[in-house]
């Protein structure tokens, strides 16, 4: 039952640090993508523009969730050797 404990504690501060992680790396491909809106596209049409707004917003979400689910992963892969 201890260690059962202890392993619930251990979780709760890994899935904190990754958060912590993963709203760096947000804020990161935000910087990218304001970047991104101040640069004038005049050459694009206003619909391409959008597009690449959405695409990046979908890889964003896309990496935060891998990269949530792949630290709780190599966690508990850790942990089971251990």
């Known amino acids: 039952m201890r260690e059962h404990i202890n392993y ?3 979780f709760d ?4 640090f990754s958060t912590i ?3 760096i790396s947000t804020y990161r491909y935000i910087l990218v993508y304001r970047m991104l809106n101040r640069l004038n596209f005049r050459k694009f049409k206003s619909n391409t523009f959008i597009l690449i707004k959405v695409i ?3 890889l ?3 990496l935060t969730v ?3 689910s792949l630290i ?3 966690y508990t892969l850790l942990k089971i050797d251990n």
């Open 8 to 10: 619930q504690y251990n």
């Open 13 to 16: 501060i890994t899935i904190f």
């Open 21 to 23: 992680f993963i709203w």
């Open 56 to 58: 990046i917003s979908i």
């Open 60 to 62: 964003i979400v896309i």
């Open 66 to 68: 891998l990269t949530e």
């Open 72 to 74: 709780i992963k190599m």
